[in-house]
C-alpha cells in the first residue's frame, strides 16, 4: 500500500508540474501511465485483440491530456485516470456493440503490462493520422513520426513556434474527435 | 501510431486551459441577464413586486426557482470531473421541491371543487409564461453547453439536464419579476412545466454534445 501511494505522489506530483508548464514532467508523468493504462485495458479486455486495446489506451491518453484542466490539483491523479480510462473502456466496449460493467475500485489493483504488442506500427503507422486534413497529418507526421523537432517542423509547414504549437493542439483534437467517432 | 510516439506528441502540447467553473458561470449569468432584462422590458415588472416577495408563499415563485437554480448549476459543475458522481446534496434538494411542489398542487386541487381546479390552474397567461421560461433559458442553455463540453462528464446526460435546470431555475425567477398571478395551483404548473421543459431540453441535448 504504502509503495502505491509513493507512486501516486509522483504522478500527481509530476502532473502538478506538468500544467505549470514543466514539458518534462509532463513526458514522464505520461509514459508512467501508460504501462498501467495498457494493463488495466488488458486485463478487461476480454476477447479483444491487442491492437484494440492499444488503440483503447491511446484514446485514454489523449483524454487525460484534452481533460486536464478538469482534474483538482488538491486531489491525488489516480482516481481521475481511472475514471477516465473506464470511460474509455466502456466507450469503445459499446461501439463494439457490448454493454460492459466495469467497477472503478477494481483499477487500482491491476498490474501494469509495459511492452506494446508487436506489428501495431505496421499496422497503422500513418492511418488514422492519414485521415485528418491534411496540415494536421502532415504536422503529426513529422513531430511524431519521422521525430524531427519543433523547429525543423515548422520551418517546412510554413508555422512560427507560436502557431505550430496551435496548431498541435487543435490537431490532437480532432484526432480525438475522429477516433471517437470513427471508432477505430 | 505508435503509443510513445502519441506520447511524444502530447507531452508536446502545452496549450494551457484555465479552470472551466467561472467561464460557466459567467457567462450564463450575462446572457440570463441580457434576455430576462429584454423580457421583463418587454413585459414590464409587476407593480406590487415589493409586497410579492414580502408574502411566505409568493415568495415562493422566486425561492424554489432559486433553489433549482443553485442545486442544478452546482452539481453541473461537479460533473465536469470524471471521478465524481452527483453531489448528494444536490439530489436531496432536488427531489424535496419536485415532491413538494407536486404533493402542494396535489392537496391544494383536491381541497377545491371540481370545477374549479382547471379555470384556477390555466390561469390568464400561461402560454406568456410557459414562453418566456424557455426564451430567457434558450440561449444560456446553448452557451453553457457548449462550454461545457470541455468537462468530462462521467453521465453526459445528467450533466445537461442538470445544466438545464440551473439556467432554467433563474430563467424562472427572473420571469416571476412580471408574473402576477400568485395561485399556487397556476405557478407550480406552469413553472414546473416551463423548468421540466428546459432540463429535458439540456439532458436530450447533452447526452449528444457532452459524449467525449
Not at chain 2, 44 to 54: E, P, Q, S, T, V
Not at chain 2, 165 to 178: D, F, M
Request: aromatic share 6%; proline share 5%.
Amino acid at each position: 500500500m504504502t509503495v502505491k501511494d509513493g507512486r501516486d505522489d509522483d504522478w500527481s506530483t509530476w502532473m502538478r508540474a506538468a500544467i505549470a508548464g514543466d514539458q518534462a514532467a509532463y513526458h514522464r508523468v505520461l509514459s508512467a501511465m501508460t504501462p498501467v493504462l495498457r494493463g488495466i485495458v488488458r486485463a478487461r479486455a476480454g476477447a479483444m485483440d491487442a491492437n484494440w486495446c492499444e488503440d483503447v489506451v491511446q484514446e485514454t491518453l489523449l483524454a487525460i491530456h484534452l481533460k486536464r484542466a478538469t482534474w483538482d490539483p488538491a486531489m491525488p491523479l489516480r482516481p481521475w485516470v481511472y475514471a477516465i480510462a473506464r470511460h474509455k473502456l466502456i466507450d469503445a466496449f459499446r461501439r463494439r456493440g457490448r454493454a460492459v460493467h466495469l467497477p472503478v475500485e477494481d483499477f487500482a489493483e491491476t498490474l501494469p503490462a509495459a511492452e506494446a504488442p508487436d506489428g501495431l506500427e505496421l499496422r497503422d503507422a500513418g492511418l488514422l493520422i492519414d485521415r485528418l486534413q491534411d496540415r494536421d497529418a502532415a504536422l503529426l507526421r513529422c513531430l511524431a513520426l519521422e521525430a524531427r523537432g519543433q523547429d525543423e517542423c515548422g520551418q517546412r509547414l510554413g508555422l512560427t513556434p507560436g502557431t505550430l504549437r496551435v496548431a498541435l493542439h487543435r490537431a490532437l483534437q480532432r484526432l480525438a474527435k475522429l477516433r471517437q467517432e470513427g471508432g477505430l | 501510431m505508435k503509443t510513445d510516439d502519441l506520447v511524444e506528441l502530447i507531452a508536446m502540447d502545452d496549450a494551457t486551459q484555465g479552470p472551466l467553473a467561472p467561464r460557466v458561470i459567467g457567462v450564463a449569468a450575462g446572457l440570463l441577464a441580457v434576455t430576462g432584462a429584454l423580457v421583463i422590458g418587454i413585459l414590464g415588472l409587476r407593480a406590487d413586486l415589493m409586497a410579492a416577495m414580502a408574502d411566505p408563499v409568493t415568495a415562493l415563485k422566486w425561492l424554489m426557482p432559486l433553489a433549482l437554480m443553485a442545486a442544478g448549476a452546482f452539481a453541473a459543475i461537479r460533473l465536469t470531473h470524471p471521478e465524481r458522481s452527483t453531489p448528494v446534496l444536490a439530489r436531496i434538494l432536488i427531489a424535496v421541491i419536485a415532491i413538494g411542489a407536486v404533493a402542494w398542487w396535489l392537496a391544494l386541487a383536491m381541497g377545491l371543487p371540481d370545477d374549479q381546479v382547471m379555470p384556477r390552474s390555466l390561469g390568464s397567461s400561461a402560454a406568456v409564461c410557459l414562453g418566456s421560461i424557455t426564451v430567457i433559458s434558450g440561449p444560456a442553455l446553448a452557451a453553457v453547453l457548449f462550454l461545457l463540453r470541455a468537462g468530462a462528464s462521467p453521465a453526459p446526460m445528467a450533466s445537461g439536464a442538470l445544466a438545464g435546470l440551473g439556467v432554467a431555475g433563474a430563467a424562472t425567477a427572473i420571469y416571476a419579476l412580471h408574473c402576477h398571478e400568485d395561485a399556487p395551483l397556476f405557478f407550480i404548473l406552469w413553472y414546473g412545466l416551463g423548468i421540466g421543459l428546459v432540463t429535458a431540453a439540456g439532458a436530450l441535448a447533452g447526452r449528444r454534445l457532452l459524449r467525449w
